[in-house]
């Protein structure tokens, strides 16, 4: 998989969910699968799993792959360790959970909430998610 695929998985998913979620709210489950994929394809061999589900005013994005190492945050220069700026992103955004499989590899789960501060009608900030049609060209 890689990180444009899980995009439109959440898409898809996130885009069936009635009443409408709030563009925030897709942009950022949208953005976390994409650190997640994108981080499990450069720092652990590749994606083995990966599941978008809705349930409990959640949404829940799982992202598989077969290593052990755990995603660890990047501190900002001048100090320099390994790691990356993509998993701060994600636990800022998202509650994330590690979980480690039987046999080796780890599932790395966040949730999001379905619902912000701006995800009501009647909230002048609100716009409901939807799916821009093809531009000319566009597939």
């Known amino acids: ?3 444009g695929e899980a995009r439109e998985r959440v898409y ?6 009635r009443p409408p979620v ?7 489950a949208v953005l976390v699968a994409s650190e997640l994929v994108s981080n499990a394809v450069r720092h652990a061999g590749g994606v083995t799993g990966f599941r978008v589900s809705v349930g409990d005013g959640d949404v829940e ?3 598989s792959d077969g290593s052990d190492a755990r995603p660890y945050e ?6 320099v360790r390994e790691g990356g700026y993509g998993w701060e992103l994600v ?14 590899g780890k599932t790395v789960r966040a949730r999001l909430a379905l619902r912000s501060a701006h995800s009501t009608y009647e909230h002048p900030g609100f716009v409901p998610a939807q799916r821009k049609p093809p531009r000319a060209g566009e597939r």
Not at 91 to 104: F, Q
């Open 91 to 104: 636990t800022k955004l998202a509650r994330t959970e590690i979980v480690e499989r039987a046999g080796g």
């Open 1 to 3: 998989m890689r990180p």
């Open 74 to 79: 990047r501190t900002p220069r001048p100090v």
């Open 12 to 17: 898809d998913v996130l885009l069936a969910v």
């Open 61 to 63: 994005i799982s992202v």
């Open 22 to 28: 709030d563009v925030l709210v897709l942009a950022d």
